[in-house]
């Protein structure tokens, strides 16, 4: 029945039944293996692009990023999409001119910090963490978590990216919150010999460089799952942050390098001139 309606042979149907896979379709099922523990490596975040950085660049396989796209399409194997939320949120004055004006890029380390707040609910309550990411690297140089929203948490990030990175003449770029327009923040910037910058009104713009990191944390960690308490949650947080960001996420605006790694070549680039 099958043969007549498709206009196939009886024995060149059992030729076709019989017949190995071929070359091309063995080819694939090796790749789609190495898909499957680039995209689980990354824990389940990357997709097509990044997959195709990690077997370009970490495994040296050469293949085309068109026929990874298909083969995790086919396998039902995707990364994580971003959802928006509608947040409400009064700014203060200004206490510092911005000195960034959205230049988002640096050429060495060190010289501009970007930091902010971020906020998730677990369900014992809600966790708090304020990060200083570097904008020539995209490196978070600092961070603090806490259960509560108080000015001392935008400070131990910051004392922690200064223990770190001995920085000098940095300037630090925020938003117009509260912690950040705090007498004590502006004194530990000033005592550091650091330089304070802020974006404009209500403008998430003027800080994107950490807004994108904010958004990338939300959907490959806090959004994929529940929380059984603060304490769980803090502690996903620093694992994703010094266990996974800094040292293996690529970026594709590092040349699908991860941050350390950029940092790591920028210093033997330095080194050997």
């Known amino acids: 029945m099958t043969c007549r309606v498709l206009r196939v042979s009886t024995s060149g149907y059992y030729d076709w039944l019989a017949r190995p896979a071929s070359a091309r379709a063995v080819a694939d099922a090796e790749l789609l293996g190495a ?33 990874i796209a298909r ?25 510092h001119e911005d000195l960034v004006r959205r230049r988002f890029v640096a050429d060495r380390p060190d010289r501009v910090w970007f930091t902010d707040i971020t906020q998730h609910r677990a369900a014992d309550g809600w966790v708090y ?47 117009r919150g509260s912690q950040y327009t705090s007498w004590v923040f ?10 304070g910058s802020m974006g404009r009104v209500a403008s998430s713009v003027d800080n994107a460089l950490i807004e994108s990191f904010w958004s990338t944390m939300q959907r490959e960690l806090l959004d994929r799952r529940t929380w059984r308490s603060r304490t769980e949650l803090a502690s996903a947080i620093f694992e994703w942050i010094e266990g996974y960001y800094n040292p293996r996420r690529r970026h ?22």
């Open 35 to 67: 898909i499957r523990r680039a995209h689980l490596d990354s824990r389940g975040t990357y997709g097509a692009p990044r997959v195709h950085a990690e077997l370009r660049l970490g495994l040296g396989i050469r293949v085309g990023r068109k026929r």
């Open 186 to 195: 502006g004194h530990r910037l000033r005592q550091a010999g650091l330089l």
């Open 71 to 95: 083969l995790m399409r086919g396998d039902g194997l995707a990364g994580v999409c971003h959802r928006r939320k509608r947040r409400g949120w009064r700014p203060a004055p200004a206490t």
């Open 252 to 273: 594709t605006s590092l040349g699908n390098l991860a941050p350390a790694e950029f940092e790591a070549l920028h210093t033997t680039t330095l080194a050997a001139a």
């Open 129 to 175: 963490c304020a990060a200083v990411v570097g904008a020539f690297s995209r490196r978070v140089v600092g961070w603090s978590i806490s259960d509560r929203i108080r000015t001392e948490l935008v400070v131990d990030a910051l004392e922690m990216a200064r223990w770190q990175r001995k920085p000098i003449g940095t300037i630090v770029h925020s938003d």
